[in-house]
Protein backbone atom coordinates (compact mmCIF):
# COMPACT_ATOMS: atom_id res chain seq x y z
CA UNK A 1 0.00 0.00 0.00
CA UNK A 2 1.21 3.47 -0.93
CA UNK A 3 0.97 4.95 2.71
CA UNK A 4 3.16 1.98 4.10
CA UNK A 5 5.76 2.67 1.66
CA UNK A 6 5.75 6.33 2.58
CA UNK A 7 5.92 6.25 6.12
CA UNK A 8 8.92 3.69 6.27
CA UNK A 9 10.64 6.14 3.76
CA UNK A 10 9.55 9.36 6.03
CA UNK A 11 10.58 7.08 9.25
CA UNK A 12 14.18 6.09 7.60
CA UNK A 13 15.06 9.50 6.87
CA UNK A 14 14.07 11.16 10.50
CA UNK A 15 16.15 8.38 11.83
CA UNK A 16 19.37 10.02 9.33
CA UNK A 17 18.37 12.99 9.93
CA UNK A 18 19.72 12.71 13.22
CA UNK A 19 23.47 11.51 12.46
CA UNK A 20 23.82 14.57 10.30
CA UNK A 21 24.94 17.87 10.83
CA UNK A 22 21.57 20.28 11.92
CA UNK A 23 19.23 20.59 8.51
CA UNK A 24 16.40 21.42 9.91
CA UNK A 25 16.11 25.09 10.66
CA UNK A 26 14.04 26.46 13.38
CA UNK A 27 11.56 27.55 11.17
CA UNK A 28 10.72 24.06 10.37
CA UNK A 29 10.77 22.63 13.59
CA UNK A 30 7.92 24.91 14.33
CA UNK A 31 6.08 24.10 11.14
CA UNK A 32 6.87 20.32 11.28
CA UNK A 33 5.56 19.81 14.92
CA UNK A 34 3.46 17.22 15.38
CA UNK A 35 3.60 15.71 11.75
CA UNK A 36 4.30 12.41 12.45
CA UNK A 37 0.66 12.03 14.66
CA UNK A 38 -0.82 12.81 11.27
CA UNK A 39 1.36 10.94 9.21
CA UNK A 40 -1.19 7.83 8.71
CA UNK A 41 -4.80 9.23 7.85
CA UNK A 42 -5.65 8.57 4.74
CA UNK A 43 -8.47 11.25 4.71
CA UNK A 44 -5.92 14.26 5.88
CA UNK A 45 -3.74 12.81 2.93
CA UNK A 46 -6.42 13.30 0.78
CA UNK A 47 -6.50 16.47 1.37
CA UNK A 48 -3.26 17.68 2.63
CA UNK A 49 -3.54 20.83 0.44
CA UNK A 50 -6.20 22.15 2.52
CA UNK A 51 -5.20 21.36 5.68
CA UNK A 52 -2.16 20.87 8.39
CA UNK A 53 -0.60 18.75 6.32
CA UNK A 54 1.34 21.66 3.82
CA UNK A 55 1.19 24.98 5.87
CA UNK A 56 3.83 26.38 4.96
CA UNK A 57 4.58 25.00 1.67
CA UNK A 58 2.00 25.99 -0.29
CA UNK A 59 0.71 28.86 -1.06
CA UNK A 60 -2.98 28.04 -1.84
CA UNK A 61 -3.31 26.43 1.72
CA UNK A 62 -3.17 30.12 4.01
CA UNK A 63 -2.51 29.14 7.85
CA UNK A 64 -1.33 31.13 10.81
CA UNK A 65 1.43 33.17 9.63
CA UNK A 66 0.63 33.41 6.07
CA UNK A 67 -1.76 36.48 5.40
CA UNK A 68 -4.75 35.41 4.15
CA UNK A 69 -6.07 37.06 0.85
CA UNK A 70 -9.73 38.88 1.89
CA UNK A 71 -10.81 38.91 -1.99
CA UNK A 72 -8.84 35.13 -3.50
CA UNK A 73 -10.97 35.25 -6.48
CA UNK A 74 -10.63 38.60 -7.21
CA UNK A 75 -6.80 38.47 -6.72
CA UNK A 76 -6.30 35.17 -8.86
CA UNK A 77 -7.94 36.76 -11.72
CA UNK A 78 -5.87 39.54 -11.28
CA UNK A 79 -2.17 38.05 -11.36
CA UNK A 80 -3.35 35.95 -13.91
CA UNK A 81 -4.17 38.75 -15.99
CA UNK A 82 -0.81 40.41 -15.49
CA UNK A 83 0.91 36.41 -15.60
CA UNK A 84 -0.51 36.40 -19.47
CA UNK A 85 2.50 38.69 -20.39
CA UNK A 86 4.45 35.55 -20.00
CA UNK A 87 2.88 33.49 -22.65
CA UNK A 88 0.21 32.85 -23.90
CA UNK A 89 -0.23 29.05 -22.56
CA UNK A 90 0.94 30.54 -18.94
CA UNK A 91 -2.90 29.26 -18.27
CA UNK A 92 -2.34 26.03 -19.00
CA UNK A 93 1.13 25.79 -17.72
CA UNK A 94 -0.71 26.78 -14.34
CA UNK A 95 -3.90 24.52 -14.67
CA UNK A 96 -3.98 22.87 -10.73
CA UNK A 97 -3.83 19.44 -10.44
CA UNK A 98 -6.67 18.45 -8.15
CA UNK A 99 -4.78 16.33 -5.66
CA UNK A 100 -5.00 17.30 -2.40
CA UNK A 101 -7.68 19.26 -2.89
CA UNK A 102 -6.18 22.92 -3.31
CA UNK A 103 -8.65 25.72 -3.34
CA UNK A 104 -8.93 26.66 -7.23
CA UNK A 105 -10.59 29.72 -9.13
CA UNK A 106 -11.91 29.28 -13.07
CA UNK A 107 -9.66 31.72 -14.97
CA UNK A 108 -10.43 31.30 -18.86
CA UNK A 109 -12.48 27.60 -17.53
CA UNK A 110 -8.85 26.29 -16.36
CA UNK A 111 -8.74 26.10 -12.44
CA UNK A 112 -6.06 27.63 -10.78
CA UNK A 113 -4.50 28.65 -7.44
CA UNK A 114 -2.13 31.03 -6.05
CA UNK A 115 0.34 28.39 -5.59
CA UNK A 116 0.01 27.44 -9.83
CA UNK A 117 0.54 30.92 -10.90
CA UNK A 118 3.43 30.78 -8.97
CA UNK A 119 4.95 27.26 -10.51
CA UNK A 120 4.10 28.49 -13.59
CA UNK A 121 5.65 31.20 -13.53
CA UNK A 122 8.78 30.18 -12.15
CA UNK A 123 8.45 27.05 -14.91
CA UNK A 124 8.81 29.87 -17.23
CA UNK A 125 11.05 31.51 -16.25
CA UNK A 126 13.22 28.56 -15.84
CA UNK A 127 12.42 27.11 -19.27
CA UNK A 128 13.46 30.29 -21.31
CA UNK A 129 17.09 29.27 -20.97
CA UNK A 130 16.42 25.60 -21.75
CA UNK A 131 14.03 25.49 -24.27
CA UNK A 132 16.11 23.80 -27.13
CA UNK A 133 16.21 20.59 -24.86
CA UNK A 134 12.16 20.05 -24.70
CA UNK A 135 12.33 16.77 -25.98
CA UNK A 136 15.61 15.76 -24.68
CA UNK A 137 16.96 13.67 -21.59
CA UNK A 138 17.92 16.13 -18.70
CA UNK A 139 19.02 16.02 -15.03
CA UNK A 140 17.17 18.62 -12.85
CA UNK A 141 17.81 18.73 -9.20
CA UNK A 142 15.27 20.90 -6.62
CA UNK A 143 16.59 21.90 -3.57
CA UNK A 144 13.78 22.38 -1.28
CA UNK A 145 11.19 20.93 -3.47
CA UNK A 146 7.98 21.24 -0.81
CA UNK A 147 5.19 18.99 -2.00
CA UNK A 148 6.11 18.32 -5.88
CA UNK A 149 4.25 21.18 -7.17
CA UNK A 150 7.14 22.88 -9.56
CA UNK A 151 8.27 19.51 -10.54
CA UNK A 152 5.23 18.27 -11.70
CA UNK A 153 4.55 21.49 -14.24
CA UNK A 154 7.93 20.90 -14.83
CA UNK A 155 7.54 17.43 -15.72
CA UNK A 156 4.95 18.05 -18.11
CA UNK A 157 6.92 20.65 -19.97
CA UNK A 158 9.79 18.48 -20.64
CA UNK A 159 8.68 14.63 -20.16
CA UNK A 160 11.88 13.08 -20.93
CA UNK A 161 13.99 14.97 -17.85
CA UNK A 162 15.02 12.88 -14.56
CA UNK A 163 14.01 15.37 -11.41
CA UNK A 164 16.06 14.61 -8.23
CA UNK A 165 13.95 16.55 -5.13
CA UNK A 166 16.73 17.27 -2.02
CA UNK A 167 14.55 17.93 1.19
CA UNK A 168 13.57 17.61 4.67
CA UNK A 169 11.54 14.20 5.22
CA UNK A 170 8.17 16.09 6.54
CA UNK A 171 8.42 17.61 2.36
CA UNK A 172 9.27 14.34 1.23
CA UNK A 173 6.17 12.73 2.33
CA UNK A 174 4.21 15.07 0.90
CA UNK A 175 5.85 14.82 -2.47
CA UNK A 176 5.76 11.34 -2.55
CA UNK A 177 2.22 11.40 -2.48
CA UNK A 178 2.00 14.07 -4.81
CA UNK A 179 3.61 12.79 -7.48
CA UNK A 180 2.46 9.41 -7.01
CA UNK A 181 -0.53 10.67 -7.84
CA UNK A 182 -0.03 12.96 -10.60
CA UNK A 183 2.07 10.40 -12.35
CA UNK A 184 1.17 7.06 -11.42
CA UNK A 185 2.90 5.15 -14.08
CA UNK A 186 6.47 7.24 -12.78
CA UNK A 187 9.54 5.51 -11.63
CA UNK A 188 10.05 6.81 -8.27
CA UNK A 189 13.20 6.14 -6.45
CA UNK A 190 12.58 6.66 -2.45
CA UNK A 191 15.24 6.68 0.21
CA UNK A 192 15.07 3.28 1.04
CA UNK A 193 15.61 2.58 -2.92
CA UNK A 194 18.18 4.60 -2.93
CA UNK A 195 20.21 3.27 -0.13
CA UNK A 196 19.83 -0.84 -1.55
CA UNK A 197 21.50 0.64 -5.14
CA UNK A 198 23.95 3.68 -3.32
CA UNK A 199 26.96 3.09 -5.22
CA UNK A 200 25.41 2.49 -8.31
CA UNK A 201 22.55 4.94 -8.13
CA UNK A 202 21.84 6.67 -11.20
CA UNK A 203 19.22 9.51 -11.30
CA UNK A 204 18.70 8.87 -15.30
CA UNK A 205 16.62 5.86 -14.11
CA UNK A 206 14.18 7.34 -12.55
CA UNK A 207 10.96 10.12 -13.24
CA UNK A 208 11.69 11.35 -9.94
CA UNK A 209 14.47 10.93 -7.06
CA UNK A 210 13.00 12.15 -3.92
CA UNK A 211 15.68 12.15 -1.12
CA UNK A 212 17.28 14.24 1.69
CA UNK A 213 19.03 17.42 1.29
CA UNK A 214 22.28 15.58 3.08
CA UNK A 215 22.58 12.62 0.62
CA UNK A 216 22.99 15.52 -2.15
CA UNK A 217 26.95 14.43 -2.14
CA UNK A 218 25.79 11.00 -4.03
CA UNK A 219 25.22 14.08 -7.64
CA UNK A 220 28.07 12.70 -10.15
CA UNK A 221 30.52 15.51 -10.55
CA UNK A 222 29.17 17.72 -13.76
CA UNK A 223 26.30 15.88 -14.24
CA UNK A 224 23.18 17.97 -14.00
CA UNK A 225 21.85 20.54 -16.48
CA UNK A 226 19.78 22.63 -14.11
CA UNK A 227 20.02 23.38 -10.09
CA UNK A 228 16.59 24.74 -8.60
CA UNK A 229 15.64 26.62 -5.53
CA UNK A 230 12.73 28.77 -5.09
CA UNK A 231 11.51 30.74 -1.77
CA UNK A 232 13.46 27.83 0.59
CA UNK A 233 16.98 29.31 0.51
CA UNK A 234 15.98 31.81 2.83
CA UNK A 235 14.30 29.64 5.69
CA UNK A 236 17.34 27.53 5.93
CA UNK A 237 20.20 27.95 8.44
CA UNK A 238 23.59 29.61 6.77
CA UNK A 239 25.94 26.20 7.53
CA UNK A 240 22.99 24.19 4.93
CA UNK A 241 23.01 26.42 2.37
CA UNK A 242 27.42 26.97 2.18
CA UNK A 243 26.58 22.51 2.07
CA UNK A 244 24.17 23.19 -0.78
CA UNK A 245 26.04 25.70 -2.80
CA UNK A 246 29.05 23.14 -2.48
CA UNK A 247 27.37 20.02 -3.96
CA UNK A 248 26.14 22.75 -6.99
CA UNK A 249 29.37 24.37 -7.91
CA UNK A 250 30.58 20.53 -7.53
CA UNK A 251 27.66 18.66 -9.68
CA UNK A 252 26.63 21.25 -11.95
CA UNK A 253 27.74 20.98 -15.76
CA UNK A 254 29.76 23.65 -17.25
CA UNK A 255 26.83 25.53 -19.02
CA UNK A 256 24.51 24.29 -16.69
CA UNK A 257 22.30 26.83 -14.98
CA UNK A 258 21.13 28.14 -11.66
CA UNK A 259 17.77 29.34 -11.08
CA UNK A 260 17.49 30.80 -7.56
CA UNK A 261 14.75 33.30 -6.32
CA UNK A 262 14.64 34.21 -2.47
CA UNK A 263 14.18 37.15 -0.25
CA UNK A 264 17.01 39.82 0.53
CA UNK A 265 16.94 39.04 3.77
CA UNK A 266 14.99 37.17 6.35
CA UNK A 267 15.21 36.09 9.78
CA UNK A 268 15.87 32.63 10.79
CA UNK A 269 16.17 32.21 14.61
CA UNK A 270 19.40 34.40 15.85
CA UNK A 271 20.95 34.35 12.17
CA UNK A 272 19.88 37.31 9.22
CA UNK A 273 20.25 35.17 6.04
CA UNK A 274 20.94 37.62 3.25
CA UNK A 275 20.74 36.54 -0.28
CA UNK A 276 23.69 38.92 -1.38
CA UNK A 277 25.53 36.48 1.04
CA UNK A 278 24.79 32.93 -1.06
CA UNK A 279 28.28 31.93 -1.48
CA UNK A 280 28.96 32.07 -5.14
CA UNK A 281 32.23 31.26 -6.68
CA UNK A 282 33.72 33.38 -9.28
CA UNK A 283 32.31 30.95 -12.43
CA UNK A 284 29.75 32.13 -12.61
CA UNK A 285 27.73 34.25 -15.67
CA UNK A 286 24.51 36.06 -14.50
CA UNK A 287 21.71 35.76 -17.35
CA UNK A 288 18.84 36.98 -14.91
CA UNK A 289 18.52 39.41 -11.84
CA UNK A 290 15.94 41.13 -10.97
CA UNK A 291 12.53 41.55 -8.33
CA UNK A 292 10.09 38.66 -8.38
CA UNK A 293 6.92 39.31 -10.10
CA UNK A 294 4.14 39.59 -7.82
CA UNK A 295 7.07 39.75 -5.04
CA UNK A 296 9.21 42.25 -4.85
CA UNK A 297 10.85 41.27 -1.58
CA UNK A 298 12.36 38.50 -3.71
CA UNK A 299 14.99 38.45 -6.24
CA UNK A 300 15.65 36.27 -8.92
CA UNK A 301 19.28 34.76 -10.53
CA UNK A 302 19.75 33.03 -13.06
CA UNK A 303 23.29 31.98 -13.28
CA UNK A 304 25.38 30.08 -15.74
CA UNK A 305 28.11 28.01 -14.30
CA UNK A 306 31.72 29.14 -16.64
CA UNK A 307 34.93 28.05 -16.95
CA UNK A 308 36.26 31.51 -16.86
CA UNK A 309 36.36 33.36 -13.33
CA UNK A 310 34.77 36.93 -12.93
CA UNK A 311 37.56 39.10 -12.49
CA UNK A 312 35.73 41.65 -10.31
CA UNK A 313 32.68 40.84 -7.80
CA UNK A 314 29.68 39.48 -9.97
CA UNK A 315 27.49 43.01 -10.64
CA UNK A 316 24.14 40.82 -10.48
CA UNK A 317 25.07 40.48 -6.60
CA UNK A 318 26.14 43.91 -5.94
CA UNK A 319 22.57 44.58 -6.96
CA UNK A 320 21.11 42.43 -5.23
CA UNK A 321 23.28 43.71 -1.81
CA UNK A 322 22.01 47.32 -2.55
CA UNK A 323 18.41 45.81 -2.94
CA UNK A 324 18.70 44.04 0.40
CA UNK A 325 20.14 47.10 2.53
CA UNK A 326 16.50 48.83 1.68
CA UNK A 327 14.66 45.65 2.48
CA UNK A 328 16.39 45.47 5.66
CA UNK A 329 15.57 48.85 6.84
CA UNK A 330 11.99 47.56 6.14
CA UNK A 331 12.25 44.45 8.53
Avoid at 71 to 90: D, F, M, P, T, Y
Avoid at 110 to 135: C, E, G, N, R, T
Avoid at 255 to 281: H, M, S, T, W
Amino acid sequence: MWLDELIENYRLAKTEMATFMPYESVHWQRLNAGFEDRLSSIELWQNFRNNRLSHGLDDANFYAGLKEIPNLEEAIKKRSQVLRSHGENIHELARESPVGAPKTVKVNDIPVSLASLDFAYFASQLAAPILDKLSQPLLVVEIGGGFGGLARVLKRLFPKMSYVMLDLPEALAMSTYYLQQNFPEARLCLLRDFLEKQENWDPSQYDFSLLPGWRSGALKERSVEVFINTRSMMEMQKHVIATYFAEIQRSLKIGGIFYCANRYIKRIGQEDVCLADYPFDAYWEFLLSKPKWGQKHIHELIGKRTTTAASLPHAALQEVRELGKSAKAVL
